[in-house]
């Protein structure tokens, strides 16, 4: 499956999916004018990818790697916070099925609020996360 990559503008991220390389990026602000229309075909993409590995029964070899997850932003409105919210879930979800997911949420040292937004997100779908405090993005 061919994966995403969307440049970052002021208002949304850049988003990276790399299925060949394991790896989901996140990185910016998301305040997109139309959080749907910019989310929705994300979250149906990573859905899609991991419902097959499912469905092929793959999960064994999947798993000789863990699929990981940067979160790296700097600011999301509310709206981006349901649709954000959504994929976590999804992530959740799929590594209650049996594939190998960890999720690393980046905060800058000092932005004590982005942090706890991440704890709140681990609490709120029971998902431990990796917490990785950088200097800068």
Request: aromatic residues 20%; proline residues 4%; charged residues 30%.
């Amino acid at each position: 499956m061919k994966g995403l990559n969307i440049p970052e503008t002021e208002k949304s991220p850049r988003i990276f999916f790399d299925p060949v390389n394991s790896i989901f990026e996140m990185q910016g602000n998301s305040r997109p004018e139309n959080v749907r229309d910019f989310y929705f075909p994300i979250i149906y993409k990573v859905r899609k990818y991991f419902e097959k590995i499912i469905s092929k029964k793959q999960v064994e070899k999947f798993n000789e790697n863990y699929f990981k997850f940067n979160f790296k932003l700097d600011y999301f409105n509310s709206s981006s916070a349901k649709f954000i919210a959504d994929l976590l879930l999804l992530i959740k979800d799929f590594n209650d099925e049996g594939l190998n997911m960890k999720i690393y949420w980046y905060f800058i040292d000092g932005d004590e609020d982005m942090k706890e937004v991440g704890e709140d997100f681990s609490d709120m779908i029971s998902f431990p996360f990796n917490y990785i405090m950088v200097e800068k993005y």
